[in-house]
């Protein structure tokens, strides 16, 4: 009688000599990969780091300063205690601001506004890699709903608390837009929170591209 132990011994030795299909070759993807490939991150050319920096610098200060001067009349509309001065608060030092011209004039809506443009920003920067499949939390749809809801909600706040905040600065009594029609400091309004989007945009495409 045969002994088939012995046999299938010997074949095993042949199997594991011969090429296996769930395991690929060094260099490519697979889940028994022997040697991972490293991602490269190549470096921008000179002329795309300057496009960016010119359009950085020339439209980003438009939206500040529109943000500033519109976005924080907005905040003082609605929130009365916004109005405070900056000189006024209790900080050390910080009363030297109403010894010099336009710093005196900043209250704490400025503040708010220039964090709710930062705030908006970012928000866009991530909206937009979601979007794209860029970032983590499109997959919490499945696996964390609760996550991804939380993360929208905050997110969709933020951005409809801006477009309230821009509007009713627009709108207000002092701000020269009574004799103009109703639908004025809306249109005005969506053609900011495009140019925030696409500044938000532009961001994201220069450090997130889709191809590397």
């Known amino acids: 009688m045969f002994d088939r132990s012995k046999i299938h011994a010997a074949l095993n030795r042949y199997d594991d000599a011969l090429p296996r299909d769930d395991v690929l070759p060094m ?43 519109v976005a924080a ?9 916004m109005r405070t001065r900056l000189y006024q608060l209790p900080l050390p030092g910080i009363e030297k601001l109403s010894e010099y011209q336009g710093f005196a004039d900043l209250d704490l809506s400025h503040v708010a506004s220039a964090l709710l443009f930062l705030a908006v920003t970012f928000i866009w920067v991530r909206v937009i890699s979601e979007f794209k499949g860029l970032g983590p939390v499109m997959g ?12 929208t909600l905050i997110a969709g706040v933020i951005l409809v ?22 639908y004025v400091p809306i249109a005005c309004t969506l053609l900011y929170a495009a140019g925030l989007a696409a500044f938000g945009a532009l961001h994201q495409s220069y450090h997130q591209p889709d191809q590397v």
Not at 73 to 81: A, P
Not at 170 to 182: F, I
Request: hydrophobic letters at 50%; proline letters at 6%; glycine letters at 8%.
């Open 161 to 182: 608390t801006d477009a309230l905040v821009f509007w009713a600065g627009l709108a207000a009594k002092n701000s020269g837009w009574n004799d103009t029609p109703a």
């Open 27 to 69: 260099g490519e993807e697979g889940p028994n990969t022997v040697a991972s490939a490293v991602r490269l991150k190549r470096r921008k050319p000179f002329g795309e780091v300057m496009k960016f920096l010119l359009l950085i610098v020339t439209v980003g200060p438009l939206l500040f300063v529109l943000c500033l001067a």
């Open 73 to 81: 009349q907005g905040i003082r509309e609605m929130v009365s205690v």
């Open 140 to 151: 919490y749809r499945q696996s964390n709903p609760f996550a991804f809801w939380l993360y």
